[in-house]
């Protein structure tokens, strides 16, 4: 991303907006916006797949493993605002784990981009099972849209919800309902 070029359309956008670049305010909001924008978008730099290979173990556990109430922020590639909330995660290992902390980066290497939540949530599922290779993986993921709260439609308290059910977690309504059980248990 070259910084300077995107300092230029944020100055023409503070000038189309009809404010003054050169108030105090807003001298150094270029720079700032261009910073934001590079952290915001770094997603486009991380290799998921690759963060998720380099932390496997070998583990004979069997049991399902979740990783609920990881924190994220995203950018809506329609309106280029913030949606934000929580994406719980479920995998059924087989013969590998992967650290949970590598879990929490993946959700972050994807956020950090330009997302629609459905293709967030997919992909997602989709690195841990070509990474992990396990018996079934659920991603859920819940976020408020700014570009609806803040817009005409003014839906301040919606929430969306999507999901993404690979392997066992589609095939078998128990495994999918023991996960989603498990992600109820302590939501308002
Ligand atoms: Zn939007």
Redesign the pocket.
């Known amino acids: 991303m070259d910084q300077a070029e995107v300092q230029g359309l944020v100055l023409a956008l503070l000038r189309e907006v009809g404010e003054d670049p050169a108030r105090e305010g807003l001298e150094q909001t270029p720079a700032r916006v261009a910073q934001s924008l590079r952290f915001l978008t770094s997603g486009y730099d991380e290799d998921p797949a690759r963060l998720l290979r380099g932390a496997l173990f070998s583990s004979d556990v069997d049991e399902m493993v979740v990783l609920k109430n990881v924190e994220f922020y995203s950018l809506?590639e329609?309106?280029l605002?913030p949606f934000y909330g929580q994406c719980h995660i479920a995998y059924i290992p087989d013969g590998q784990i992967v650290g949970l902390s590598k879990l929490g980066r993946v959700v972050d290497a994807f956020s950090r981009r330009l997302q629609v939540q459905e293709r967030l949530t997919a992909e997602i599922a989709e690195a841990v099972r070509e990474a992990v290779r396990p018996k079934g993986v659920g991603v859920v993921m819940e976020a408020h849209?700014l570009?609806m709260m803040m817009r005409g439609v003014e839906k301040q308290t919606s929430r969306a919800v999507t999901s993404n059910m690979l392997g066992r977690f589609r095939q078998d309504a128990r495994t999918r309902g023991e996960f989603l059980e498990l992600i109820r248990q302590d939501r308002a």
């Open positions: 809506c329609h309106h605002l849209h570009c």
